[in-house]
């Protein structure tokens, strides 16, 4: 039996019809809509760098099943920045050298971007480290990468003071 | 991965027939079951996906003291939500020392529940596993078994219960609300999880169809808010199962304990209600000798399954540092590395 469901993904409507119902977001993402940035690691929600926001809240997406988000808001990598403007998460990466292969990395920008949405580490080092806890880098990028969350955490923090004051 | 039909009920009812039948089974987050059934650990024939369902996600403080939590309620909702980690802050403390945040975004309530052993047997359909195909026999009791049962184990089945939340809802006396082919009843969370014995096929006590739709915590809960905390050695810091875990929870008054509850984790099948320490805590003032006193019973009779016997001794000085921690009181936030025993923050000397 088919089933036919609708994505947002990085702002646009998408329609699919799903002739298996085994399809996960990660497949369905990298497979029907070549967004190949969300990469498929361990497979089993264990390394993270599959992450992806689904409304607004970062996920493991090879640990949810497609048939199972219609109607879902999907943010991936490729939707982050503006043209060739860099999300500051993103700058901050490059900046701070947060990754060496850099295949671990979309999940883990991902990852921090859901992370300051959730408000709970703010700028303390040892609670960043525990929410990024669920993105593994097996280059060991890991002092780069809380540098670079602090630092665009930071530039957060300094954009909500400009826009209160 | 088998292929399976997937089936959205309409209602609650619907839902229950639907997974009555057999080789069904509830679709929640799927972040336990999509991982079983990558691996072929579980092969259902139908997935019964009730996650639109209405009613189902909301935390309630009901008239009489107590919380109702929906099933679909997330892992990360509930351990954020400010009244409820207000006054469980050891169940908020447990939910997030509990796998990554990414699992804990959509991990539910229910599924907490009911997510399955970590036994490494379990998992390797090559190996032989009473639990995943009854009868086979158990690999794990002459193999690698330093981090299974200390408690209730069998001949059959020595794995443990991997949940977190599981252990300070026990001590906390949570109540599970299901729905079932015969209506809504509810039973303790202590009644929920099985012994192995020779059916470790079974991990509970519901029959087919049956839907959790809600835990509960009787106002009684609340009255520990103050001196609560659960604490879990793991081989890493961050995103692993326990090795052992406790939720020690204290009532207080004049300098003297009127109430204790305690409970060990990743110690049984079944997260592990340590009744009898709870009893020499009452009435006594809460000094490092009565908590010693209250580990030596909690442990009385634990038995290696393996090459487990440490992991006794590891759970009596937790039980002492978890019950340290909670007379110590609650902190006013949780700390960065929740219920880590390697916390900065943690507060604890050694125990």
């Given amino acids: 039996m088919n089933h036919s469901i609708s994505l947002t993904v990085n702002g646009a409507r998408r329609d699919f019809v799903l002739d298996d119902p085994r399809v996960t977001l990660l497949d369905l993402l990298r497979e029907r809509l070549h967004l190949t940035g969300t990469k498929k690691g361990c497979d089993r929600g264990q390394c993270g760098a599959c992450t992806i926001l689904v409304d607004g809240k970062r996920i493991n997406s090879c640990l949810a099943l497609a048939i199972s988000h219609d109607g879902a808001d999907i943010l991936t990598i490729e939707g982050v920045a503006r043209g060739d403007q860099l999300h500051p998460v993103q700058a901050a990466f490059i900046a701070h050298d947060g990754f060496q292969c850099g295949f671990c990395t979309p999940g883990q920008v991902m990852s921090a971007i859901g992370m300051m949405n959730e408000a709970q580490a703010g700028n303390d080092p040892e609670r960043i480290r525990e929410c990024m806890s669920g993105n593994l880098c097996r280059c060991g990028a890991y002092a780069g990468i809380v540098d670079a969350v602090l630092e665009a955490q930071g530039q957060m923090d300094e954009t909500n003071q400009r826009r209160s004051a | ?351």
Avoid at chain 2, 21 to 38: E, I, Q, S
Avoid at chain 2, 107 to 124: H, I, M, P
Avoid at chain 2, 321 to 339: D, E, N
Wanted: aromatic share 6%.
């Fill in chain 2, 1 to 351: 991965m088998k292929r399976f039909d997937y089936v959205r009920p309409a209602n609650v009812t619907e839902a229950v027939a639907a997974a009555a039948r057999p080789g069904a089974v509830y679709l929640a987050a799927g972040t336990n079951l999509l991982d079983l059934m990558k691996g072929n650990i579980s092969r259902p024939d139908r997935l019964v996906d009730f996650t639109h369902l209405e009613g189902l996600d909301a935390i309630e403080r009901l008239a009489d003291g107590s919380v109702r939590i929906g099933a679909l309620v997330s892992n990360a909702d509930l351990a954020h939500d400010a009244d409820f980690a207000r006054s469980y802050p050891a169940v908020a403390e447990a939910l997030l020392s509990g796998a990554s945040a990414q699992l804990r975004n959509v991990a539910t309530v229910g599924g907490n529940l009911l997510q399955r052993t970590r036994c490494a047997y379990f998992y390797d359909t090559a190996s032989r596993c009473n639990k995943r195909e009854a009868g086979t026999g158990c690999d794990a009791r002459e193999g690698e078994n330093r981090t299974h049962a200390v408690f209730g184990w069998s001949e059959s089945c020595i794995a443990t219960n991997p949940s977190d939340f599981c252990v300070p809802l026990l001590a906390l006396d949570a109540i599970v609300e299901i729905e079932g082919r015969n209506g809504r009843r509810e039973i303790a969370l202590e009644a929920l999880h099985r012994l192995p014995g020779d059916t470790p096929e079974r991990d509970t006590a519901l029959e087919p169809g049956d839907l959790i739709v809600a835990v509960r915590l009787p106002p009684a809960a609340r009255g520990f808010a103050g001196h609560a905390r659960y604490l879990k050695v793991r081989e890493r810091t961050s995103y692993a199962f326990a090795v052992v875990s406790a939720a020690a929870a204290l009532r207080i008054d004049n300098g003297r304990i009127a109430e204790a509850r305690l409970a060990l984790g990743g110690v049984a099948a079944k997260p592990w209600r340590a009744r009898a320490a709870e009893d020499v805590l009452k009435g006594v003032a809460p000094t490092a000798d009565a908590f010693q006193e209250a580990a030596w019973r909690a442990l009385t009779d634990a038995k290696p399954s393996g090459d487990n016997a440490f992991k006794i001794e590891l759970a009596r000085r937790i039980v002492v540092r978890a019950l340290t921690l909670a007379a110590a009181g609650t902190p006013a936030r949780l700390p960065a590395l929740p219920a880590s025993p390697f916390a900065s923050t943690s507060g604890a000397i050694h125990a």
